[in-house]
């Protein structure tokens, strides 16, 4: 991703509370109605509501890493998996060198994903996908390609046993399938362009297997990631009853640039401010304050404000 590309990306400026004075710290974050984007809003909304900082909620279309690199943006969202590749320069980001600056402020929930199809289609498991026409490509968004495949694996499916459909990015995708230019697309759970997408077509998601066989194809593609149960409640779109989804781990990160004192502030914000962010984003039901620092995600390091904060409450060192 080119430098420029990151600088002209939309900026999403979302006014939320703080004296004219206060320093001003941006979360980078996907477009609107991703769930990328609805988190980074309700983390946005605690560090307001409760730290002197303001905070701004930037939209593009890239990985926010890039931006955290260059400054132009303070923190950002994104899977365990996707922040080891792009400080190690591995995986999406094969050829561009490590990155060493990036770092962990905390975990914020297990982010849970799955592949939708039509509420009465004939689609019934992941298998029978093949031959379908799937949203594919997203040349703005590579990590969300590796989801998609490490999802068909679960079904010993390949991008060439379906029929891709290229998107640039995935809410393009979502837009494709709403169109009918496609028979399924990929997207987390209780996000707002799932629900958008469900109230106009209907929508069910369908269950991986959750095999160790099974397990082990997606791990090789998408290292850390397991399955979890979900069960039908309210506000989760499509879950018309019990299923395995495709979940990993998903990150607040910073640059070690950000000074201590702002990290610290915000993860303290973060850690304190659950309520506040369920009451912008609901589905963040599963974010445990207690479990923000209880992992490593070698060779990433968590930034010494987090660290500082994690002592202080007796969450640090992490546990596994």
Sequence with gaps: MKLAGILAASLAAVALAGASQAQTVGIV??????????ASTAVAKAVADLTNLQVRVIAQGASPQYSIEAGTGEFGLSNSFDNVFFATGTGEYQGEGPKPNLRIVGNLTPLTTTLYVKKD???KTVKDLKGKRLGGGFTAQKTIARISEAMLATANLTYNDVRMVPAANIVN???????????????????????EIDAKVGLRGLSFDPSPDSIARMQKILPGAYTMRVNPRPGLDAVIEPIDSCAFDFLLVTSIKVPDETVYQVT????DGKQSMLATFPALTLFDPDKMAAKNYPPLQ???????YYQEIGQWPPKS
């Design 173 to 195: 995708a979502a837009d494709d399938f709403a169109a009918g230019k496609a028979d399924a697309f990929s997207f987390a759970l209780g996000s707002a362009k799932v629900k």
């Design 302 to 308: 968590y930034h010494p404000g987090a660290v500082k």
């Design 268 to 271: 303290k914000a973060m850690h």
């Design 29 to 38: 974050a996907t477009q609107p109605g991703s769930y990328t984007h609805s």
């Design 121 to 123: 289609s004939d689609i």
